[in-house]
C-alpha cells in the first residue's frame, strides 16, 4: 500500500516498466485510469474514490498547481506563461488574422487551466445547454436537469455588499467556493454603472435560470477544491505527477469492438515508458487540445491522417480534433484619470518596486491589488438588442448564431489593464497531430483555430468595440476617462473609425481568452460527433472523454464551470452504471 504522500514520481511503484519480463501484478492495475488531473480529472478520482473498494489512478504530465505560489495569488497566473508549468502552444497562422500565430497556453499541472485562469464563475446561458441536449437527444444535459450539477459543485460564500443573490438558487457545500471575494476597483464598479445607464440590465448573478476565489482570496482550483487532505488521505486513489501519457492501450480482438485496456507514459521522451492497466474504463481528461492529440497518438482519428503519419490505426474517427471553437477577444485600452494598478505588470523600475510592495501586502494580509482576479466587471449582451444597436444606425443584417433568444453572443469586460469584447467564433478549427509521437510539445501538432475565417464573426466584434466606446462614454465612466488623451498606444480616437476600419483592428489584434472547447464533440457520429450522451467515445469499449473537448457547442460564459459540471455528472453515471455506493 502506497503511503500518505500520493503524488508519486516513481513509476515503478504503480505501473510496469515496458519490456520488463516480470508478470504483471495487481499494483499495476486499477478499476479506473484518469489522464490528466485538470479541471475535470481532480473531479472524476475525487468523485470515484469515495467509493473505497474503487481503485483509481491519475496521471498528470505536470506537478501540483497549488505548490506554485504564482497559481494562489489571483492576479499572479500569467507570470506562469513560458515557463515548464504551462503547455506554450501556438496557432498556425491565422489568415484572416493578418497571418499571425496566436498563443495558446494550456496548464500543466494538477488543477489544469482551473489553476491559471481568471477565476470567472460564468457558467453560460440556460439555452447553451438546451442546446447541448438537442445536439445530442438527451434531455439529461438540458439546464433544467444538468443545473443540479453546479449547484453540486458550489459553496457559495454570501457577501452583504451583494445582497441581490439567492442563496437558495446556490450551492452550500460543494467543493469550490464562489461569491464576491475581491475589492472592486473604482474604474469597474464605473463600467457597470456606466452599463445599466446605457440600458444594459444588471445581474448580481449569471449563474441561474435568470465571480472562483475563496474567503482568503487565494485561487480555488480543481487541485485545491477536490484534492483535500482528506481525499489524498484515500487509499484507493494514486495520483502520478510528471508523467506524460504517449498512448493509450487497446485489445483489438475484445468482443464487441476495441477495448481500451491500459495507459502507456514516461516522464520524458527519452525516458523508460511504463504501462498500467484498467480493469473497467480509462477517462481522457487532458483538455481541448491534449486529448484529441492522446487519441491521435493512440490510433484513434481519420485514418487517412494517421497513415500518413505512420500511426497505426486503431478505429477511424474522422472527427476527432475537428471542430475546434473559442472565445476570440479584441482589447481597447483607455486613459484612466485616477490611478489604476497597472504595476501588476511593471514596465519601469518604480511600477516594479510597487510590485513588490503589493507582493508583500498580499502575502501579509491577502488583500491589495494582487487579490484581483483582474477582470473584476462583466457585461453579456446580444449583438442584435435593437436597444443598444438601434436598427438606424446599424442597418446591416446580422445573423442569431446564439443557443436561445436569451442567450448572448458578446460579453464585455473591464479589466484593470483594458476594456475587452469576446465573441464565441462561428468559424472552425482543427487540431492535427504532425510528427512527435512522444512528448506533447508546440510542435507535435498543428492547431488551426480559422479565428474570423466566418464575415459574420468579425462584424459582431466591431459591434462589441462600438458598444464599448458607448459605455466609456456614459457617466460614470465618462468622468474617469481621458477621451482627450491622444496618446499613439491608446484608443480614444477609435470610434471615428469606420466599420470597415475597425474591421481591420479586429483583425489586427484579435486574441483568444483561452477557451478551446469542442474538438471531441458529444454529438451524432454522424454530425461530428465524437462522443455519446455517456461521453463514450464512438466504436471503442471501456473509453470515455471528459473536458471541454466534448462541449457539443461552446457556451456563452466561461468554460471552467460546465467542466466542473459535466465531471460531475459523468460521475455520477459511471456510479450508477456500476453500482458504487455514493460515499465511503
Request: glycine residues 8%; positive net charge; aromatic residues 8%.
Amino acid at each position: 500500500m502506497l503511503g500518505s504522500s500520493k503524488y508519486v514520481t516513481d513509476f515503478s511503484r504503480i505501473a510496469q516498466r515496458v519490456g520488463d519480463k516480470k508478470a504483471a501484478s495487481k499494483s499495476d492495475e486499477y478499476d479506473f485510469i484518469v489522464i490528466g488531473g485538470g479541471t475535470a480529472g481532480c473531479v472524476l478520482a475525487a468523485r470515484l474514490t469515495e467509493d473505497p473498494n474503487l481503485r483509481v489512478l491519475v496521471l498528470e504530465a505536470g506537478g501540483s498547481g497549488k505548490a506554485l505560489i504564482f497559481t494562489r495569488i489571483p492576479s499572479a497566473f500569467t507570470l506562469l506563461f513560458h515557463t515548464k508549468h504551462i503547455y506554450d502552444l501556438y496557432t498556425e497562422k491565422q489568415g484572416s488574422s493578418h497571418n499571425r500565430s496566436l498563443y495558446w497556453p494550456r496548464g500543466k499541472m494538477l488543477g489544469g487551466c482551473s489553476s491559471v485562469n481568471a477565476q470567472m464563475a460564468q457558467y453560460g446561458a440556460p439555452g447553451d445547454f438546451d442546446e447541448w441536449a438537442k445536439i445530442i437527444g438527451d434531455d439529461s444535459w438540458a439546464w433544467a436537469n444538468f443545473n443540479r450539477y453546479f449547484r453540486k459543485i458550489e459553496k457559495y460564500v454570501p457577501n452583504p455588499k451583494y445582497p441581490g443573490i439567492d442563496a437558495n438558487e446556490k450551492g452550500s457545500d460543494g467543493p469550490v467556493k464562489v461569491g464576491y471575494f475581491t475589492s472592486l476597483h473604482p474604474q469597474c464598479q464605473d463600467f457597470v454603472t456606466s452599463c445599466t445607464n446605457i440600458k444594459i440590465p444588471f445581474s448580481p448573478d449569471f449563474n441561474t435560470s435568470r465571480g472562483t476565489q475563496d474567503e482568503k482570496t487565494e485561487r480555488v482550483s480543481s487541485e485545491t477544491g477536490y484534492f483535500t487532505k482528506a481525499v489524498l488521505a484515500r487509499p484507493n486513489l494514486v495520483v502520478a505527477i510528471h508523467a506524460q501519457v504517449t498512448k493509450i492501450l487497446f485489445d483489438p480482438k475484445a468482443e464487441g469492438g476495441p477495448r481500451a485496456i491500459g495507459v502507456e507514459f514516461a516522464k520524458s521522451k527519452t525516458s523508460p515508458r511504463y504501462q498500467a492497466h484498467a480493469r473497467k474504463e480509462i477517462i481522457l481528461s487532458a483538455g481541448a487540445i491534449h486529448s484529441p492529440h492522446i487519441l491521435l497518438l493512440s490510433g484513434v482519428g481519420d485514418s487517412n491522417h494517421l497513415k500518413e503519419i505512420k500511426v497505426d490505426v486503431v478505429y477511424d474517427l474522422p472527427s476527432v480534433g475537428s471542430r475546434l471553437v473559442d472565445h476570440p477577444v479584441v482589447d481597447i485600452a483607455l486613459k484612466d484619470k485616477g490611478s489604476t494598478p497597472k504595476h501588476l505588470r511593471p514596465r519601469s523600475g518604480i511600477e516594479v518596486f510597487r510590485f513588490l510592495g503589493s507582493g508583500i501586502t498580499y502575502l501579509l494580509k491577502k488583500r491589495g491589488p494582487m487579490s484581483t482576479n483582474v477582470a473584476e466587471a462583466v457585461a453579456f449582451v446580444r449583438s442584435d438588442d435593437p436597444k443598444l444597436f438601434p436598427p438606424d444606425k446599424y442597418s446591416d443584417k446580422i445573423n442569431d448564431t446564439t443557443s436561445a433568444e436569451d442567450s448572448p453572443d458578446l460579453e464585455l469586460f473591464s479589466t484593470i489593464f483594458a476594456y475587452k469584447v469576446i465573441y464565441g467564433l462561428r468559424s472552425l478549427g482543427q487540431v492535427v497531430l504532425t510528427v512527435d509521437l512522444v512528448r506533447i510539445t508546440a510542435g507535435s501538432f498543428t492547431d488551426d483555430a480559422r479565428y474570423l475565417a466566418e464575415p459574420e464573426d468579425v462584424k459582431k466584434l466591431v459591434r462589441g468595440l462600438r458598444l464599448l466606446f458607448k459605455i466609456s462614454k456614459a457617466e460614470p465612466l465618462a468622468s474617469r476617462v481621458d477621451h482627450t488623451s491622444t496618446h499613439p498606444l491608446l484608443d480614444h480616437g477609435l470610434f471615428k473609425k469606420s466599420d470597415q476600419e475597425l474591421a481591420e483592428v479586429v483583425r489586427e489584434r484579435v486574441t483568444t481568452l483561452y477557451h478551446p472547447a469542442s474538438t471531441c464533440r458529444m454529438a451524432p457520429l454522424q454530425d461530428g460527433g465524437v462522443v455519446d450522451s455517456q461521453l463514450r467515445v464512438y466504436g471503442l469499449q471501456g473509453l470515455r472523454v471528459c473536458d471541454a473537448s466534448a462541449f457539443p457547442i461552446i457556451v456563452s460564459g466561461h468554460t471552467a464551470g460546465s467542466v466542473y459540471a459535466m465531471a460531475e455528472k459523468l460521475s455520477d453515471i459511471l456510479k450508477a452504471q456500476y453500482g458504487f455506493a455514493e460515499k465511503a
